[in-house]
């Protein structure tokens, strides 16, 4: 079908002979993260199990530091002392200097339901987002909507914070957004997607320790960043280029600030 006007075209065609727009390949089709690993991840969802991944790892580390700390936590449940070590979000901290924890928190989960949770949702979101967005779109919408959740997150609540559901709830907002933009190809998705952010607004009456204000900020700049990116179209032209770039910068900051954390650490752990 072609991508603009969804009218059914051949796969040679370059060129839709209905609404004359330049048919490129899918947008799942332009990342090249399927040809690694030997193929062992899929391509619509290559950045979704990479991301993924390394939530785990982090689970599993902080769940064995957990173990062996004296604060009373364990596998199944972190404890804060851990969390805090490992870049929860805490607002004194961020406000001394630590800004790195707005990025390091969206990678941490709290107990083995939470990231189980957490996963099943974004197994289903990211892989969705991937296909619509691209792999460079949906890395710079995951990263962007989980730093404005914990910044939110930061004016507005005290609290130690960690999960990655501000970024999950930023790839509802984005998926909102698209089906605004593109109410031809994605507009029969709005209902459905208002009706998962609904549902989020049912948390803030539950009896249980949910960061809300990052829920907010992250669908907030889900939905910002996803409407002004709108859907790949050609690989070739600048625009994709500054994407690719953009989500690059993503991946630098994070790392960096994991390696922020990890010194830290290190320097408090003598």
Known sequence: MCPHCRAFITSKDKVCPYCNETVGPRAVERGDG???????????????????????????????????????????????????????????????????????AGFLHGGLVHI????????????????????????????????????FSYLFSPALSIGASAAIFGLIGAMIAISIKEPRRFGHMRRTFIGWAMFGVVYIFLPMRIDNYAHFGGILAGFGVAYLAGTPRLVESRTEKLWQFCSWACIAITAVSFLNMYLWFSRTAQ
């Open 34 to 104: 399927g040809t690694l690993l030997g193929g062992l991840i899929p391509q619509a969802r290559f950045f979704t199990m990479i991301i993924l991944v390394i939530n785990f790892g982090l689970y599993a580390a902080t769940a064995i530091r957990s173990m062996q700390g004296q604060s009373g936590g364990g596998a199944m449940n972190i404890d804060p002392r851990t969390l805090f070590d490992f870049g929860a979000k805490y607002p004194p901290a961020i406000a001394g200097g630590q800004w790195w924890r707005l990025v390091t």
């Open 116 to 151: 189980l949770m957490n996963s099943w949702s974004f197994l289903t979101l990211g892989a969705m987002v991937e296909e619509v967005f691209g792999g460079s779109r949906m890395l710079v919408i995951y990263f962007c909507s989980s730093v404005c959740g914990f910044y």
